[in-house]
């Protein structure tokens, strides 16, 4: 039976820290870097072993990165979270904090439901290192697409140039809120839906709710934001179903690296989302569209030879 280290948890930690707010697949690269390392790390870092507790030590993880992010935009949730009460009591839906509410919940339904369907079959599946690495490059395919069609003929006038702020010295969160709502409720489903493509080993939620949302008329900033609201959610309902697999007792023994290495994830995650959120101001998806397709590609010509 596998196990995991303290050295083992806090690298997986930082690592998934990292890239499951970039746009380069967390659980791809938590796959595959234990394959290209191999030997103890490879063994104990295996989701599809039996007796495994790396997923849900994984899991645990990403709820700590769910929570850095909770932490980040604590006033966008107290707004949110105020709009849904508002909207409840009066049941309607007026203001911009009501709207962005709803427009939240309703992007998150259709990847609850996929992945409570196919989240397990898709694992069991292609939770293995070479459809990983092929589902990265994949990954990388699709962050250049949507750069192109932003860029290019039909695409440049529907993607990536919202309209400008009605009302001039809003503070730069609340003006992006307003962006967002402008989004239909359909416009939303659909750059939420995009998320269950990141059941796939190797594709990354937040690289394809950005690519929708550029699709759909979004600046990189303002979908980067709205990515990080919708993945929040999602992780952490995914939390609460699969965390308590860590406290069966034949899991006692990873409890203590997988609480350091969710202390790294933490960490690595706050600090990854203030990083992008400024760069995403200013830059593209276009540098992780080439690492992801280089990666995945090298990686999966390395593990097939």
Sequence with gaps: MSTLTYPEAIGVGLLQ?????FPVSSLG???LLPALIGGKVQHDLDMTAEGSSYLAALVALHLATALALVVYFWKDWVRVVGGLFSSLRHRRVESRNEKLAWLLILSTIPV?????????????????PVPAAVFLALNGLVLLGAERLKRGG????????AAPVDEPGLD?????????????????????????LALFPGISRS?????????????????????????TPVILAASVLKVPELFKPEN????????AGSVAAF???YVSVRFLTKYFETRSLTPFAVYCFLAGVGSAVYLSV
């Excluded at 730069?172 to 269950?196: E, F, H, K, N």
């Design 17 to 21: 820290g990292v890239t499951e707010l």
């Design 29 to 31: 690269h938590s796959i």
């Design 112 to 128: 609850g439901v996929a992945g409570l369907a196919l989240e397990k079959a898709l694992r069991n599946a292609l939770g293995k």
């Design 154 to 161: 039909s695409g440049r006038r529907r993607a990536g140039h």
């Design 172 to 196: 730069p969160d609340v003006a992006s809120d307003q962006r967002l709502t402008r989004l239909g409720y359909g416009q939303g489903a659909w750059i939420g839906a995009a998320q269950i």
């Design 207 to 231: 690289g394809v709710t950005m690519s929708a949302g550029i699709l759909r008329g979004l600046h990189h900033e303002d979908a980067a934001r709205f990515s990080f609201l919708l993945a």
């Design 252 to 259: 006692s023994s990873v409890l203590g690296p997988v609480l």
């Design 267 to 269: 960490v690595a995650g």
